[in-house]
């Protein structure tokens, strides 16, 4: 899985590449000028219940990157799970991991 | 046929489980405390074992299954951040970008396979913050109020404003990663060499010893606060999206030295830079109300999040308003979580009504974990050869018990149902005599063995609060989430002079109140109301301590040593009650005092300690 994520490495570059072409900025790196406040509208609770039902947010456009790795990881999870119980650790996590970087993954 | 709704949080910190029947709180549990590893974050097999054990159910008969948050969201947050970060953070791209792949874009499957592929329903999902505001809201005692979440980060969500009425949540405004207080503050946890997820109480814990010299620099340099509480922060002085770490060198540079080594001595630097980031933190908490009370007009505010756990803070819109009545749910963390997703599921889902009772919320006290007979315990205790005493009921107990308290032993105390949170509330707790002037150091060295510059928190009778405290009569706080004032009247006359000439820890050795073993060195205390309706056994040994004393406070702290979560099992309470120095335990209705005990009970206490991964 490594080698496929090194070699779909160029594209977050190519990606970073194009956002500072556009001028985008998701993550607001740049103060907003002449705001007098940062707080931005949060969509509406949804109203129709199958919307819970979804993993991700109804308004939601997967951009290229996530639709690739989500396809990536559907090959790389083929099997079925629904099984018999599995008693396995699930912790997802490395103890060389860092709790506070961890925290945000 | 009964409705059950299981809530779950897992893969990120503080896993929990939630049951729900017929919207009726029946069971909730953090995985850590069944494990024995703090923060525990794989999946809550053993708490949701427990709450189907609980509610007498198998996995077949659980209607739905709500985990509390949104992955897919979050997978694209974290996809977007390293986009336009790249090809800074590589190597966090090539750790965490495997995980996701391998376990967190597969969740259904995941808990298929956890729950022994018996559930066949399918999987519900609700956004993180709107698990945090519906933890905070369903459970209160308000027909309607302002809701206000705040932590680390969501899927983007790092702050979300809201307002709930009756069966329904909805979240107005939101501040979006990497924007975040939560984060900011474990920022400054790391740098001033505290672990994150758990330093974060240290250093509100330490922030009474400085001066908050740093907040000019923090506001003029990290973060742009607003007259609303919206905030803006300048990313080049932190490394968390992109890199292993939560600060810059930019951020050294700024504050003049690298982070501070985990286990060095603490310098009075720290205690500044604590105050500072603290005086902060408060400072957007109160802003954020103020808004939020004039967008929603509301009179009651519920708070959830990591950060409602900032307990200086709530204390602070509690006295310093606008609303009239405050409110916070217990387990506020990312366990807390588990609880919203599923209520979530009852009332929008479900669209079942809400039922507000006579202004009780209703978390039973936050006593949702498990209990334990007292066959089971004699079982253990005849097991271990432990010497004991029983009692026939709780009155005779406590007579026994008090004397005890009253020579300044410290009591472990094992009663009762688990609490839900990460604070002990008095079932899984340890006591001491809130009038003792040398406890604080006793618990904190010989007991906890942690760091002496932390504070302990006392149970107060409900009722008796304000006459010790500075907290509206009205005011209660079951949950120990405000921090108050310890009352003029109670102070050791003279002891502010004294304090103002002394630095750092030495303030330690000042007689403070009348109450020193809970008064912190700026004269506040995080309080816990006691009340007879949630614990009738702890409310009577408080009440009869009341009698013989005259003083209605108790020392509480969790029943833990550093690292440890808080004990579960009779067994681990024992364990812990051998691996320390303390006095005296209590199992339900036996007394085991430490010099009876057989002296091969007694474990090495580095290898006890050992077990333990310090916080």
Same mark, same amino acid.
């Given at each position: 899985?490594?080698?496929?994520?090194?070699?779909?490495?160029?594209?977050?570059?190519?990606?970073?590449?194009?956002?500072?072409?556009?001028?985008?900025? !998701?993550?607001?790196?740049?103060? !907003?000028?002449?705001?007098?406040?940062?707080?931005?509208?949060?969509?509406?609770?949804?109203?129709?219940?199958?919307?819970?039902?979804?993993?991700?947010?109804?308004?939601?456009?997967?951009?290229?990157?996530?639709?690739?790795?989500?396809?990536?990881?559907?090959?790389?999870?083929?099997?079925?799970?629904?099984?018999?119980?599995?008693?396995?650790?699930?912790?997802?996590?490395?103890?060389?991991?860092?709790?506070?970087?961890?925290?945000?993954? | 046929?009964?409705?059950?709704?299981?809530?779950?949080?897992?893969?990120?910190?503080?896993?929990?489980?939630?049951?729900?029947?017929?919207?009726?709180?029946?069971?909730?549990?953090?995985?850590?405390?069944?494990?024995?590893?703090?923060?525990?974050?794989?999946?809550?097999?053993?708490?949701?074992?427990?709450?189907?054990?609980?509610?007498?159910?198998?996995?077949?008969?659980?209607?739905?299954?709500?985990?509390?948050?949104? !992955?897919?969201?979050?997978?694209?947050?974290?996809?977007?951040?390293?986009?336009?970060?790249?090809?800074?953070?590589?190597?966090?791209?090539?750790?965490?970008?495997?995980?996701?792949?391998?376990?967190?874009?597969?969740?259904?499957?995941?808990?298929?396979?956890?729950?022994?592929?018996?559930?066949?329903?399918?999987?519900?999902?609700?956004?993180?913050?709107?698990?945090?505001?519906?933890?905070?809201?369903?459970?209160?005692?308000?027909?309607?109020?302002?809701?206000?979440?705040?932590?680390?980060?969501?899927?983007?969500?790092?702050?979300?404003?809201?307002?709930?009425?009756?069966?329904?949540?909805?979240?107005?405004?939101?501040?979006?990663?990497?924007?975040?207080?939560?984060?900011?503050?474990?920022?400054?946890?790391?740098?001033?060499?505290?672990?994150?997820?758990?330093?974060?109480?240290?250093?509100?814990?330490?922030?009474?010893?400085?001066?908050?010299?740093?907040?000019?620099?923090?506001?003029?340099?990290?973060?742009?606060?607003?007259?609303?509480?919206?905030?803006?922060?300048?990313?080049?002085?932190?490394?968390?999206?992109?890199?292993?770490?939560?600060?810059?060198?930019?951020?050294?540079?700024?504050?003049?030295?690298?982070?501070?080594?985990?286990?060095?001595?603490?310098?009075?630097?720290?205690?500044?830079?604590?105050?500072?980031?603290?005086?902060?933190?408060?400072?957007?908490?109160?802003?954020?109300?103020?808004?939020?009370?004039?967008?929603?007009?509301?009179?009651?505010?519920?708070?959830?999040?990591?950060?409602?756990?900032?307990?200086?803070?709530?204390?602070?819109?509690?006295?310093?308003?606008?609303?009239?009545?405050?409110?916070?749910?217990?387990?506020?963390?990312?366990?807390?979580?588990?609880?919203?997703?599923?209520?979530?599921?009852?009332?929008?889902?479900?669209?079942?009504?809400?039922?507000?009772?006579?202004?009780?919320?209703?978390?039973?006290?936050?006593?949702?974990?498990?209990?334990?007979?007292?066959?089971?315990?004699?079982?253990?205790?005849?097991?271990?050869?432990?010497?004991?005493?029983?009692?026939?009921?709780?009155?005779?107990?406590?007579?026994?018990?008090?004397?005890?308290?009253?020579?300044?032993?410290?009591?472990?105390?094992?009663?009762?149902?688990?609490?839900?949170?990460?604070?002990?509330?008095?079932?899984?707790?340890?006591?001491g005599d809130a009038r003792s002037e040398k406890l604080q150091k006793v618990m904190n060295l010989k007991i906890?063995?942690?760091?002496?510059?932390?504070?302990?928190? !006392?149970?107060?009778?409900?009722?008796?609060?304000?006459?010790?405290?500075?907290?509206?009569?009205?005011?209660?706080?079951?949950?120990?989430?405000?921090?108050?004032?310890?009352?003029?009247?109670?102070?050791?006359?003279?002891?502010?002079?004294?304090?103002?000439?002394?630095?750092?820890?030495?303030?330690?050795?000042?007689?403070?109140?009348?109450?020193?073993?809970?008064?912190?060195?700026?004269?506040?205390?995080?309080?816990?109301?006691?009340?007879?309706?949630?614990?009738?056994?702890?409310?009577?040994?408080?009440?009869?301590?009341?009698?013989?004393?005259?003083?209605?406070?108790?020392?509480?702290?969790?029943?833990?040593?550093?690292?440890?979560?808080?004990?579960?099992?009779?067994?681990?309470?024992?364990?812990?009650?051998?691996?320390?120095?303390?006095?005296?335990?209590?199992?339900?209705?036996?007394?085991?005092?430490?010099?009876?005990?057989?002296?091969?009970?007694?474990?090495?206490?580095?290898?006890?300690?050992?077990?333990?991964?310090?916080?």
């Open positions: 899985m490594k080698i496929l994520l090194l070699i779909l490495y160029p594209l977050f570059i190519l990606s970073r590449l194009l956002g500072i072409l556009t001028g985008k900025d !998701p993550l607001k790196h740049k103060r !907003p000028a002449d705001q007098s406040s940062y707080w931005q509208e949060h969509p509406p609770s949804p109203s129709n219940p199958e919307a819970y039902f979804s993993e991700d947010l109804p308004e939601a456009k997967p951009s290229l990157l996530v639709r690739v790795l989500i396809a990536i990881s559907k090959l790389w999870n083929r099997k079925s799970y629904r099984a018999k119980r599995d008693n396995s650790p699930t912790s997802t996590a490395s103890d060389e991991i860092p709790d506070e970087i961890y925290t945000m993954w | 046929m009964a409705t059950y709704i299981l809530g779950i949080s897992a893969f990120y910190h503080d896993s929990a489980a939630a049951l729900l029947r017929d919207g009726e709180i029946i069971a909730a549990a953090q995985e850590e405390r069944f494990t024995r590893k703090k923060h525990d974050h794989s999946f809550p097999r053993n708490a949701v074992d427990y709450c189907l054990a609980e509610a007498g159910i198998s996995p077949v008969e659980i209607d739905y299954v709500a985990f509390y948050d949104k !992955p897919l969201t979050k997978f694209d947050r974290l996809v977007q951040t390293y986009a336009t970060y790249a090809p800074k953070g590589f190597q966090s791209f090539m750790q965490a970008i495997p995980i996701w792949l391998r376990t967190k874009l597969h969740l259904p499957s995941v808990m298929d396979r956890a729950l022994g592929g018996q559930y066949k329903g399918r999987y519900l999902f609700t956004e993180h913050h709107e698990s945090h505001a519906a933890s905070a809201f369903f459970p209160s005692p308000f027909e309607e109020a302002a809701i206000m979440t705040l932590d680390g980060v969501g899927e983007w969500s790092t702050t979300s404003l809201g307002h709930g009425k009756n069966n329904r949540i909805n979240l107005l405004q939101e501040i979006r990663f990497p924007h975040s207080l939560g984060l900011l503050y474990s920022a400054f946890t790391y740098y001033t060499g505290f672990r994150v997820n758990s330093g974060e109480y240290k250093v509100m814990g330490l922030a009474p010893y400085g001066k908050p010299r740093f907040r000019d620099l923090i506001v003029d340099h990290l973060i742009d606060i607003k007259e609303d509480g919206s905030f803006w922060m300048d990313m080049s002085y932190f490394n968390y999206c992109q890199g292993m770490t939560m600060t810059s060198d930019k951020f050294h540079r700024l504050f003049g030295s690298p982070p501070r080594r985990s286990e060095s001595e603490i310098s009075q630097r720290e205690m500044d830079l604590a105050a500072s980031v603290q005086v902060v933190c408060e400072e957007v908490m109160l802003k954020c109300a103020s808004h939020l009370h004039k967008s929603t007009g509301s009179k009651n505010l519920v708070m959830a999040g990591g950060v409602a756990l900032n307990c200086v803070g709530n204390g602070r819109i509690l006295r310093e308003g606008p609303f009239e009545n405050v409110w916070i749910q217990p387990a506020s963390g990312d366990a807390g979580g588990a609880l919203g997703a599923a209520q979530i599921v009852h009332h929008h889902v479900l669209s079942e009504p809400r039922v507000v009772q006579n202004e009780a919320d209703s978390m039973s006290g936050s006593y949702l974990g498990p209990a334990f007979g007292q066959e089971d315990i004699d079982e253990i205790l005849k097991r271990e050869n432990a010497v004991y005493q029983s009692f026939a009921n709780d009155e005779e107990l406590v007579d026994a018990l008090v004397p005890l308290l009253e020579k300044e032993n410290v009591v472990g105390w094992f009663q009762g149902r688990m609490e839900f949170g990460p604070r002990a509330l008095g079932g899984r707790s340890i006591l906890k063995f942690r760091e002496s510059f932390r504070p302990f928190a !006392p149970s107060i009778l409900a009722g008796k609060a304000h006459d010790y405290f500075e907290i509206p009569e009205n005011a209660d706080s079951p949950y120990m989430l405000i921090v108050a004032p310890v009352l003029e009247s109670h102070r050791e006359p003279g002891a502010t002079n004294t304090m103002a000439g002394l630095e750092g820890l030495n303030k330690l050795n000042v007689k403070r109140s009348v109450v020193p073993a809970i008064t912190h060195v700026d004269f506040s205390a995080r309080v816990q109301t006691i009340h007879e309706e949630t614990n009738p056994r702890y409310h009577r040994l408080l009440t009869k301590f009341y009698d013989k004393t005259a003083s209605p406070v108790l020392v509480n702290t969790s029943f833990n040593i550093r690292g440890e979560p808080i004990v579960c099992t009779p067994e681990d309470a024992y364990r812990c009650f051998m691996g320390t120095d303390m006095d005296v335990l209590v199992l339900e209705n036996t007394i085991l005092l430490k010099s009876d005990q057989p002296k091969e009970n007694i474990p090495d206490r580095k290898d006890y300690q050992s077990q333990f991964a310090l916080d």
